[in-house]
Each structure stands twice: as C-alpha cells, then as structure tokens.
Nanobody, 116 residues
Framework: QVQLVESGGGLVQAGGSLRLSCAAS????????MGWYRQAPGKQRELVAR???????TYADFVKGRFTISRDNAKNTVYLQMNSLKPEDTAVYYC??????????WGQGTQVTVSS
C-alpha cells in the first residue's frame, strides 16, 4: 500500500502562484508514475500533469506553460508549481501514484481557489 498526503492548496488571486506537494509513504519502491488530477464542482475529474519514474512529464493543454510538475525521489514527493492561475483553475486537486501490481493510490485532495 502507498499513502499519499497533499499540501499547499489555498486561496489566491488570479495571476498568482501556488505550489502543491504530495508526499508518499508505504510501499514506495513500487511507485511508477505520479501526477495530479483535478475536479471542479459539477465536472469530471481531469488529468492535470503526470511524471514518470524516469522524469518524463505530460501536461494537459490547459496548463501547458503555466504549471510545472517535478519529483524528488529522495523525498518521495511530487510537486506541482502553478503559476499564472486563473479562476477556471479552481478545483480540488488530487495526487495519484501508479503502483506496480496494485490499484492506483490517491491522496485526499487539496482545495485550490482562484479569485478574479
């Protein structure tokens, strides 16, 4: 089992920045890709960004050029640096980890609210 704990959400004005962190514990040796999804009220959960165990990154079109995902394997932590935030970025952000031979692990979610 892998446990994920997110932090760093909050309220920010449009144009501002936030950095989300997600710390993994447990069977961390089995973790492959990690990343972030988000879910706004009344909408489906959508992929924001992911990073492979080797560091290859993938971004949703709506965050390219604004968000950066990174991973510190020594700290078992993945980060999401969010710049130039927009009101439409308001959502609950969930960290996830793909784990070998186990279901995907999810964090509890952290609220990001961007005011106009």
């Amino acid at each position: 089992q892998v446990q994920l704990v997110e932090s760093g959400g909050g309220l920010v004005q449009a144009g501002g920045s936030l950095r989300l962190s997600c710390a993994a514990s447990g069977s961390i040796g089995s973790i492959n890709a990690m990343g972030w999804y988000r879910q706004a009220p009344g909408k489906q959960r959508e992929l924001v960004a992911r990073i492979s165990s080797g560091g290859t990154t993938t971004y949703a079109d709506f965050v390219k050029g604004r968000f950066t995902i990174s991973r510190d394997n020594a700290k078992n932590t993945v980060y999401l640096q969010m710049n130039s935030l927009k009101p439409e970025d308001t959502a609950v952000y969930y960290c996830y980890a793909d784990v070998t031979f186990l279901p995907t692990s999810w964090g509890q979610g952290t609220q990001v609210t961007v005011s106009s």
